[in-house]
Structures are given as structure tokens and as C-alpha cells.
């Protein structure tokens, strides 16, 4: 296969996986300060998804219903192979 054909290939491969990520180009990773509320005190990890939300109650004394964050997505240009 030619090189481009190739790029194209795996672009559109990278991009039906990342369809089946959280969203489009977000995240829930991320350290535990940098956690923007998004959800009233009390809100069931339900709730909080079917608000587009991230959920986790393991740390105590941040938000556990979040906002997601944006990832910096690499510029469309040439494969770098």
C-alpha cells in the first residue's frame, strides 16, 4: 500500500476508537484538584453520567461529579511514521 493510503487507514481507525472513548476528544483523567463541580451534594453516579459527567467517589474532599476535561488533539497534518 502507498503511504498515504496507509495514513488515511490509520487516522480512520484512530478516529472510530475514539468514538467509543468518553466523548469526542475529553477526558475524566485528570488530578483530583483540577476538578470543576458538576453535580448538586448527594448526586448518584447515574445522575451525574446522564449529565455528560465524569463520576468518582474515591477521593474525598473534591468533587465526585465533574465536569470532563478537553485533550489537546494533535493539529491535522502528515503521519509522523
Do not use: Y
Not at 21 to 33: D, L, R, V, W
Amino acid at each position: 500500500m502507498e503511504p498515504k493510503v496507509t495514513c488515511v487507514l490509520v487516522m480512520v481507525f484512530a478516529l472510530a476508537l475514539s468514538s467509543l472513548a468518553q466523548g469526542e476528544a475529553e477526558t475524566c483523567q485528570m488530578g483530583p484538584h483540577q476538578r470543576v463541580n458538576c453535580g448538586e451534594p448527594g448526586i448518584t453516579p447515574t445522575e451525574c453520567k446522564a449529565k455528560g459527567c465524569c463520576f468518582d467517589s474515591n477521593i474525598f474532599g473534591v468533587p465526585w461529579c465533574f465536569h470532563p476535561v478537553a485533550i489537546d488533539e494533535p493539529s491535522e497534518g502528515e503521519c509522523q511514521f
